[in-house]
């Protein structure tokens, strides 16, 4: 019996180190080899062990694929070179001209890729609207409507989303209803068992969780649709390499106990700047206070990592206040074992118009910090000390 017949009824942290995974059937190694192969022998002409060419087939992606599908409960899953490239793949699930409505508030690479590529390549239509208004997401839907993109919680503003709402609306239009669950990871949400199609991860973040790797993936409900990406993964070739595959593997492994750590320092941060005198706003959805509190309560099981809050300053003084971090490294991602602090307007959301980063929040004043596992108290002190040295 295999570590993924053992795995498949155990709890997560069980599953995050066994499941979707085997012994190396050649050594008996426990971790996964790095398989790098181009091809693979066979006996005959079509008589192979399953394994044919390395674009289509790879031993290592193959069980970072199992895995994650185990993870998120899907039919099965798929790694590409990037969160994008796994992205762009769910949207080669739509005809040209398509319509898909989205989160207004979302990863700016992704508003790059639906404005700036698929509206010019495939004639994709998107719509934004605040998903935690059902009202508003019913009146944006149309007759031509195939999809809907959902960030919950959302990049940088962390709203949430009624995910079995939106599913049930979809559903009954026959619309393709697709997560983002990068930011709240598998520990702490599972889309497809509230009813989404497809989730995808930027697998960049949390799941590798150590800042040295680039990688995405998307896991479908259902094997129609996993046929369908499976194709699309091997058509178009924008796989996970082999040892990128690997690190991502390793990361999953300690998914559980990262995650627990990120969500209980985050929770402690954010009641922090809640009650500092030079921060105005604070969005966390662990704060009762948030809009999406009680949804984030009935469908996670922790409220993330991530931390936004709005300093009461002007450009030059939230510059110099990131600046002089010392603890929090200035750089764009998130989800590392690392604190990392940010300025969406300028860095990870420079590419949506200053006028829609204004009407939806992303104001000048505006911070996104990803904290890590370092110490809390360290942590904290840090932001005390960057914030005084910022009004000093």
């Not at 949430?160 to 939106?166: E, K, Q, S, T």
């Not at 750590?261 to 954010?270: F, P, V």
């Not at 300093?311 to 510059?319: C, S």
Request: net charge negative; charged share 20%.
């Amino acid at each position: 019996m295999s570590f993924y017949d053992k795995a498949k009824d155990k709890a997560f942290a069980t599953r995050c180190i066994h499941g979707g995974q085997t012994h190396d059937s050649a050594t008996g190694a426990v971790s996964v080899p790095i398989y790098a192969n181009s091809t693979y022998a066979q006996s005959a002409p079509g008589e192979h062990q399953g394994f044919v060419y390395g674009r289509g087939h790879n031993p290592t992606r193959h069980a970072l694929e199992r895995a994650l599908a185990d993870l998120e409960g899907g039919a099965a899953g798929f790694a590409f070179g990037s969160g994008l490239a796994a992205m762009d793949a769910v949207l080669d699930l739509l005809p040209v001209g398509t319509h898909m409505v989205a989160s207004d508030d979302l990863y700016g690479g992704s508003y790059r890729l639906f404005e700036k590529v698929r509206k010019g390549s495939t004639g994709l239509e998107v719509t934004y609207v605040d998903m935690s208004d059902l009202d508003a997401l019913r009146a944006a839907l149309r007759p031509q409507t195939r999809m809907l993109w959902l960030e919950t919680p959302s990049n940088p503003l962390l709203k949430i989303i009624d995910i079995a709402a939106c599913v049930e609306m979809a559903r009954s239009r026959d619309i393709i209803t697709v997560v983002d669950n990068t930011f709240a990871t598998p520990w702490c949400q599972q889309p497809l068992s509230l009813g989404a199609d497809i989730v995808v991860h930027s697998l960049t973040k949390y799941i590798g969780g150590h800042s040295d790797l680039i990688g995405g993936a998307a896991i479908a409900l259902n094997t129609e649709l996993a046929d369908k990406l499976k194709f699309i993964q091997n058509a178009t070739g924008g796989i996970l390499g082999p040892f990128d595959s690997f690190l991502a593997l390793r990361g999953l492994k300690t998914l559980d106990v990262r995650m627990e750590r990120h969500c209980r320092a985050a929770l402690r941060m954010a009641e922090y700047l809640a009650q500092h005198p030079q921060v105005e706003k604070v969005y966390y959805p662990g704060l009762p206070n948030h809009p999406g509190h009680a949804i984030a309560a009935r469908q996670m099981r922790g409220f993330g990592g991530m931390v936004t809050a709005v300093l009461k300053m002007d450009l030059a003084a939230t510059k110099k206040m990131l600046s002089a971090c010392r603890i929090f490294t200035l750089a764009e991602s998130l989800g590392g074992v690392e604190s990392l602090i940010e300025h969406p307007a300028i860095m990870t959301h420079a590419s949506i118009p200053a006028d829609q980063r204004e009407k939806i929040g992303i104001a000048d004043a505006l911070i996104r910090l990803s904290v890590g596992i370092e110490d809390i108290d360290d942590l904290i002190a840090d932001i005390d000390q960057a914030i005084a040295a910022a009004i000093g």
